[in-house]
């Protein structure tokens, strides 16, 4: 199972910009980088996913490195509401029927601060 | 929209019990996968469910088993309980591929 690497723990003041960051030095060509979030007692939550190009939602955006190595997810403005444990997970493009599982690490736990 | 709902949200068991957790599927999605997640980790897979076959095992011993159903609702059956199977039992649907999987909020299950 292809590995990512995070902080396990961020600090970030609310309204303020938050850029978590993934390393992912063994990754492949064919392995999409997705984003999930864990609020407290609740199931993870789908944040954001890519392969190249940089992709924005109205959730976040992914800022990944040219060549692949790494990634940042970035919440524009903090809120409260996005505390939580995020994880930063590599899925293979070429799953052969069904849907490739997730591997979760530890995921970084992120603090906001009122 | 239907999400992923599951049940029951908490359950305790003794050692040497048997249990079984449901999950109902959102709309549409013809995947079901289930993960382990004990305090503090991130979750572990299971197993994944397609078109009701199994489709894929995690680490997990054969006393963990499953079952899809033609609405692609799935269970998932543990026997001989163990302490160590105390934790929420998560259960993700989807449709096949790469497409994003939609967890249930999860059953928290207790061994004494």
């Known amino acids: 199972d292809a590995k990512t690497t995070q902080p396990n723990s961020m600090e970030s003041n609310e309204e303020e910009p938050v850029h978590l960051p993934c390393n992912h030095s063994?990754?492949?060509?064919?392995?999409?980088i997705h984003w999930y979030r864990q609020l407290p007692s609740q199931g993870p939550e789908y944040v954001i996913h890519g392969l190249t190009s940089n992709v924005n939602n109205r959730m976040a955006s992914l800022a990944i490195a040219e060549d692949r190595k790494s990634s940042t997810l970035i919440l524009h403005r903090a809120t409260l509401r996005d505390a939580a444990v995020y994880y930063c997970i590599l899925r293979d493009l070429n799953g052969q029927g069904g849907s490739e599982k997730l591997v979760f690490g530890k995921g970084t736990k992120l603090t906001v601060n009122p | 929209e239907t999400g992923v709902t599951q049940s029951p949200t908490h359950l305790i068991k003794t050692r040497g019990q048997q249990v079984t957790l449901r999950c109902s599927s959102q709309?549409?999605?013809?995947?079901v996968s289930w993960y382990q997640q004990a305090l503090g980790q991130g979750p572990q897979f299971i197993f994944q469910y397609y078109r009701e076959e199994e489709n894929g095992r995690g680490n997990f011993p054969p006393r963990f088993s499953g079952l899809q159903f033609p609405n692609y609702s799935s269970e998932l059956n543990v026997n001989a309980l163990e302490l160590d199977d105390s934790a929420l039992y998560l259960c993700?649907?989807?449709?096949?591929?790469?497409?994003?999987?939609?967890f249930g909020d999860g059953t928290r299950l207790s061994i004494l």
């Open positions: 063994t990754i492949s060509g064919t392995d999409y």
């Open positions: 993700a649907s989807s449709l096949e591929g790469n497409q994003p999987q939609h």
């Open positions: 709309s549409g999605h013809n995947t």
